[in-house]
């Protein structure tokens, strides 16, 4: 298994659904977690207890609206003083659907910037710091929606097209550092078909309804129309990737948006 004692990973939006499935991976592999998120007192807490019992060498919470740049700026001086991201995962993100003509501006804006640009302003920022080091990863938690599109989801869609190729630039500029022996500095995104998360929960709902409320009929029509495998992936499963391509051994691994859609983007 993979061995992260010794190593810190930021994990944006921890404190739930698919970043708490990375962060419950990473901390069983032995890691200091740098848990983050939207999440009142209590709640923090409870999940760095948690992942200190699952295994990590220490949990901290840090605050940070990503919706505000520089909340960002203060996030990443913080995690920077409690000895800096040896991995950084990016993942949260936000969604909202409308129709192009009928999205508000506020939600294209909140979306580009949680989905997007709080990506540049963390990666940015934990870089330089990795390369010096020799090793780091960079692991951004996009979407099928980076690869493909769905009607319905304009600034979602738009963030995550961008967000891979954000990795692309990066993982080039980055390819050369480090070496085997220490892991190298690598830039990949997981893009993920259906999780069952909170995220999704709205789409679901609304699939439910127009089965009369039957909530296991609407994530069956769900999966019917775009997902093969016709079923959800947990978040554990994204975090046993995630801890994968921590590993020395996919130090070559770097530039790539891995998708986990159970067939979706092969079609
Ligand atoms: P979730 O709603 O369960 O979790 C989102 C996390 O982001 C939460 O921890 C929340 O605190 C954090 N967050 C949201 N807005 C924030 C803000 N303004 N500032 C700081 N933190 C904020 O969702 P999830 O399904 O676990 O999503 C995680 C990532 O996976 C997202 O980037 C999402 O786009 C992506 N994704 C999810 C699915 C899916 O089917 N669930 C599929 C593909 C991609």
Redesign the pocket.
Known sequence: MTDLSGKTALI?????????GIAEAMAVAGARIAV????GDAEAQEVCTHLRARGAADAAFFP????DSDRIDELMAAVAAWGGADILVN?????HTAPLAEMPREKWE?ILQ??LT?AFLTMRSALPVMAARGFGRVIN?????GLVASRDKAP?VAA?FGLVGLSRVAALEYAAKGDAAKGGVTVNCI??????????EPQIAARAAAHGGDRAKGVADLLSEKQPSLRMAR?AEIGALALWLCAPAAHNLTGAAIPVDGGWTAQ
């Open positions: 944006t939006g921890s404190v739930q659904g698919i970043g708490l983050h998120g939207l999440a940070g609206d990503l919706r993942n949260a993100g936000i969604q909140a949680v989905n709080a938690i996009a979407s099928v929606h979602y995550k893009c993920p078909g259906w999780v069952e998360t909170a995220l999704i978040p």
